[in-house]
């Protein structure tokens, strides 16, 4: 590792811990939530209290609001209570555990494990083909297709890919592109083939790629410690943006760029690329960009681990909560330590206002997050969660 990232070996560590059995750390999160309440009351917002469905959509008209949260964990049907990555795949749902895959379908869990032909019980990212239907799963411990009731596994040994822990995967037509820990790759499905892009063939800090994503007509990779790589398909050459104060502790320059190297997820929609850090969150339009965190926004943490986009709005996966945002107006769900009911924090024109929900996210600790029209799910560190639209 290059003097660089050294300094972020430790938020690397915690990465990996959360991926496998840290679950001590996160216990730790009902005070950092009472933190964030106590900014709120020095920043003289307002707080109102209600329990039903107008009084989320009275305080708000133009981002969506989802309520009636239903959850599961390892005691109603999932292998694990660790989820990692959720993915809406018509009538059901495919959630990546530490424990395997879980199939929800027809109001039933199945779970997939390695004694099932998967490469490993750690299911950490999941897509599936446009093209196909197939399944593609990133482990711990490979890629995993699995079609037609069956598996077949891809390491970097048997196949050539890049490298076996498989932090993301994207399908894009006949191609399937993961973000893994010695670069990306782009598997050719008809020939067979992968191609691997390094610090070596293109212009990457270091061979170790944390998320990928598609649009545009073009690949996002978020390069650990080298901000976002950008390959345009059609010409097949890279760009790469970077933090241009190279300022590793703080963003130096306001809206000069990407807020930290230290990337971990890319999502495009409407004309935007959303780019998520450790150290806050950015958007790009094409010529400027534009950088939040939680001091100046509705943003819950600056601690991102992945995020969605989708129809204008960001989801973001946060250590403190599920923060959404189309750019201005933000929403944030979080777990109310003290019983069963939700917070949800509306943040609109600088005013904060806290509501209480009826129901609640299973925990406030989110790794994954997928949503489609008025459906979201949530993927946690103590479970999964289904949320409902209440207003759009």
């Given at each position: ?150 598996f077949e596994n891809f ?80 010409t097949r050459t890279f ?154």
């Amino acid at each position: 590792m290059t003097k660089k990232t050294f300094k972020y070996l430790i938020i690397f560590i915690f990465t990996i811990v959360f991926l496998g059995a840290g679950y001590f750390l996160i216990n730790n999160l009902k005070s950092s939530n009472n933190l964030v309440k106590n900014e709120v009351n020095e920043n003289n917002t307002t707080f109102s209290v209600a329990d039903n469905k107008k009084d989320l959509e009275k305080n708000f008209e133009s981002m969506p609001i989802f309520g009636n949260w239903e959850s599961f964990t390892s005691e109603n049907g999932l292998p694990d209570d660790k989820t990692y990555c959720v993915r809406i795949d018509g009538e059901r749902i495919l959630v990546g555990t530490h424990g395997g895959l879980a199939v929800y379908e027809n109001k039933k869990w199945k779970t997939y494990t390695k004694e099932d032909g998967l490469a490993h019980n750690g299911v950490i990212s999941i897509d599936v083909s446009e093209l196909t239907g197939d399944v593609w799963l990133g482990t711990l411990g490979g890629l995993s297709r699995w079609s037609a009731g069956k598996f077949e596994n891809f390491t970097q040994l048997n196949s050539g890919m890049p490298n076996d822990l498989v932090y993301s995967v994207v399908c894009d037509g006949k191609d399937v592109w993961v973000a893994t820990g010695g670069g990306a790759g782009a598997y050719d499905t008809y020939t067979k083939k992968w191609q691997i892009f390094t610090e070596k063939n293109a212009p990457m800090h270091e061979p170790w790629t944390y998320g990928i994503s598609k649009g545009d007509g073009k690949i996002f990779i978020a390069a650990w410690g080298g901000g976002v790589i950008e390959y345009t398909k059609k010409t097949r050459t890279f760009r790469d943006y970077h933090d241009p104060d190279g300022n590793m502790e703080i963003d130096l320059f306001p809206d000069d760029g990407i807020v930290h190297d230290i990337t971990t997820g890319t999502s495009w929609s409407n004309g935007f690329l959303w780019v998520s850090t450790y150290f806050g969150l950015s958007r790009y339009d094409g010529v400027k960009w534009k950088g939040y965190f939680d001091h100046d926004s509705g943003l819950a943490s600056n601690f991102i681990n992945s995020l969605k986009a989708y129809r204008g709005v960001v989801f973001l996966c946060t250590d403190k909560g599920l923060s959404t945002t189309d750019g201005t107006n933000w929403v944030t769900y979080k777990r109310n330590d003290n019983n069963s009911k939700g917070k949800v924090f509306i943040t609109k024109e600088e005013k904060i206002t806290e509501t209480a929900s009826s129901s609640s996210i299973s925990h406030s600790f989110i790794i994954g997050v997928d949503v489609k029209d008025d459906i979201i799910w949530v993927a946690t560190s103590k479970g999964i969660s289904r949320g409902e639209l209440l207003k759009q």
